[in-house]
């Protein structure tokens, strides 16, 4: 049985879109790389750093989209031009 696989496209730095063959799996993105940091945005939480102070990071669920969607896009393609398929296997 072939693994289940998810692929995810970023674009200046950003998700854009998120694959998988498994429609039960649960995709959390943490990006720790958050500037100019306010809490008080719903999508932020605040965390403790090593040095004793904190930092804020981004946590949030990606939707995931059936993998048949991935036909004839540009994902599609840098999966081709890699040498991997965007089967399930």
Same mark, same amino acid.
Do not use: W
């Given at each position: 049985?072939?693994?289940?696989?998810?692929?995810?496209?970023?674009?200046?730095?950003?998700?854009?879109?998120?694959?998988?063959?498994? *429609?039960?799996? #649960? &995709?959390?993105?943490? !990006?720790?790389?958050?500037?100019?940091?306010?809490?008080?945005?719903?999508?932020?939480?605040?965390?403790?750093?090593?040095?004793?102070?904190?930092?804020?990071?981004?946590?949030?669920?990606?939707?995931?989209? *059936?993998?048949? #969607? &991935?036909?004839?896009? !540009?994902?599609?393609?840098?999966?081709?031009?890699?040498?991997?398929?965007?089967?399930?296997?």
């Amino acid at each position: 049985m072939p693994k289940p696989r998810v692929v995810i496209t970023m674009n200046g730095g950003l998700i854009q879109d998120a694959y998988s063959t498994n *429609p039960d799996v #649960e &995709l959390i993105v943490v !990006d720790l790389d958050t500037e100019d940091c306010d809490p008080k945005v719903i999508e932020l939480v605040e965390v403790a750093d090593a040095q004793g102070g904190s930092n804020c990071a981004f946590v949030g669920v990606q939707t995931l989209r *059936p993998f048949e #969607e &991935l036909s004839g896009t !540009d994902t599609q393609a840098a999966l081709a031009k890699a040498g991997l398929t965007h089967g399930s296997g």
